[in-house]
């Protein structure tokens, strides 16, 4: 696909022998010790990091991930890209680092379609020699932060009906069986952020002889349209802590969806909270929270 931020191991490769590539691989360090893409640098931290979206927490963040990407050798010349282990049993975690660098304003990303599996799959070679990057400075634009929005922008989103509030979570959390995917009581609060709809992040692939995919933007804009939404309808995503959800938002974008934004602290910050509602139980058995009161 033209503009398209997902690349196949063939295109990888070229844009590898072609150099000025940070390859980054965001699977455990374990997994990584076992065998890579040769160059590539293990940043698993892309996965782990849990965000609060409060002006401390995002400072945090910022600075944690501007040096951690730096230390990785970007500098902004380079092409950042990244791959899992699969697109559907990493969690996101490869488009969880295209958003962190998206919001920091990088301007070369990509993604490795169908991560580590794809790239076996099609016999490519692999290496267990851990590569030694050259750190840069890394560059930070703060336009680019609108790709997120804030817990205060999560409020603003929730009190604003015409905003799809969608959760990609796994059926057990959307249901409220789960608090999350670290353990069913993980988190103190189960349920849902009110007036959420559900496409649970599976939706968005299918299977091909290479392992999970995303779909097609025609497949993914019939997805989109269960719950009503189309090309431009606003939309902000949350899941957990932002992975999964960020594998539907490269997804929506792929399809064309003009304005998708990422709730990064996702339930994992909302849930803390109790000052804030949450929708209980099975969907559509009760009534609605009440309101939040205005600050």
Known sequence: MNGSVL????????MLAAGGV???????????????????????????YL???????VLEMKDKFAETFGAAGLGGEETAVIYEASMDTGFGQSCRGWTLLTYLGYPKVKILHGGFSAWT??????????????????????????????LDG????????????????????????SSSPYGKDFCPRKGRIPGARWIEWYRMMKPTSAGKMLKAKEEILAECATVGIDADTPVVLYCFKGARASNTLVALKEAGIKDVKLYFGSWNEWSRDPSLPIEEGFPGTKAPPMPMAAE
């Open 7 to 14: 690349i196949s191991p063939s295109e990888c490769e070229a």
């Open 51 to 57: 965000a609060t979206t409060t002006p401390e927490g």
């Open 121 to 150: 799959a099609e016999g490519k070679p692999v290496t267990d020699e851990a590569t030694v990057p050259s750190p840069k400075t890394f560059p930070v634009d703060p336009a680019a932060a609108s790709l997120f929005v804030d």
């Open 22 to 48: 940070v390859l980054i691989d965001t699977r455990a360090p374990a997994a990584y010790a076992a065998g890579h893409i040769a160059g590539a640098v293990n940043i698993h931290d892309i996965f782990t």
């Open 154 to 177: 999560m409020k603003a989103a929730v009190a604003d009906e015409a905003v799809v509030k969608l959760d990609t979570r796994d059926v057990d959390e959307w249901v409220g069986t």
